[in-house]
């Protein structure tokens, strides 16, 4: 028997128990079906995509580490892999290509956010599906993260890796949403993971949104 290949990203989510693929699939399912087609932005080794794929959508991912990507490839989940560099616009789809987009456990790598959800407005079709997470800065949090240049978003340096991660706030979502032509369908607050570094519990936002009618 074929054993499906698993990553040391992999058994970090099992080991932090991550049901993110979970929530997000369970908020977008009654909104697809069979045969649809659905891009992963940051598919990785393919955790979001999975069921999804079971439900018989057409899975296409995209990611900028080939490493993840090859294990991704390993569990012949996706009808097409691309490697690309997120922060990069355009994306390299045509207008109106997908059905539907998801973007699980991606968006702590991106400060502005509005170039993304301005192209995956112009991938998605009228009517189509965007979902994703965020991990909300609550008001009055201690975790080290300030407030950056742009309203509404939350930097902090992690010194282990010289990077910069990010937390949005709901009004921000809530703003680029409405101005890249996305009406929220379903919004959820979730326990993602426990951070066993700092001993605290991580807690997400899930959002699936629809594309307005051309």
């Known amino acids: 028997m074929n054993?499906?290949?698993?990553?040391?990203?992999?058994?970090?989510?099992?080991?932090?128990?991550?049901?993110?693929?979970?929530?997000?699939?369970?908020?977008?399912?009654?909104?697809?079906?069979?045969?649809?087609?659905?891009?992963?932005?940051?598919?990785?080794?393919?955790?979001?995509?999975?069921?999804?794929?079971?439900?018989?959508?057409?899975?296409?991912?995209?990611?900028?580490?080939?490493?993840?990507?090859?294990?991704?490839?390993?569990?012949?989940?996706?009808?097409?892999?691309?490697?690309?560099?997120?922060?990069?616009?355009?994306?390299?789809?045509?207008?109106?290509?997908?059905?539907?987009?998801?973007?699980?456990?991606v968006f702590h790598l991106f400060g502005d956010l509005e170039p993304i959800f301005d192209e995956v407005a112009r991938i998605t079709k009228p009517l189509g599906t965007f979902g994703f997470t965020i991990e909300e800065q609550k008001t009055g949090s201690r975790d080290d993260y300030v407030r950056s240049k742009q309203p509404g978003v939350y930097e902090k340096l992690v010194k282990e890796t010289g990077t910069k991660h990010y937390r949005h706030s709901r009004a921000y979502i809530a703003k680029l949403l409405d101005r890249s032509g996305f009406a929220p369908l379903k919004q959820l607050e979730f326990l993602a993971f426990i951070n066993p570094d700092e001993q605290r519990d991580v807690y997400f936002w899930a959002y699936v949104a629809q594309k307005r009618a051309a």
């Not at 040391?8 to 009654?30: A, I, K, T």
């Not at 087609?37 to 991912?61: E, M, P």
């Open 3 to 105: 054993e499906t290949p698993t990553s040391e990203y992999d058994r970090q989510s099992q080991e932090h128990n991550w049901l993110s693929p979970d929530v997000l699939f369970g908020l977008s399912y009654e909104f697809t079906r069979a045969g649809q087609s659905l891009l992963d932005i940051g598919i990785g080794t393919g955790l979001s995509s999975i069921l999804f794929h079971k439900a018989g959508l057409l899975i296409y991912g995209v990611d900028g580490s080939s490493e993840m990507l090859e294990q991704c490839a390993g569990r012949a989940l996706a009808r097409e892999l691309r490697q690309w560099d997120l922060h990069e616009s355009p994306l390299p789809y045509s207008p109106k290509s997908f059905d539907h987009v998801i973007a699980n456990g």
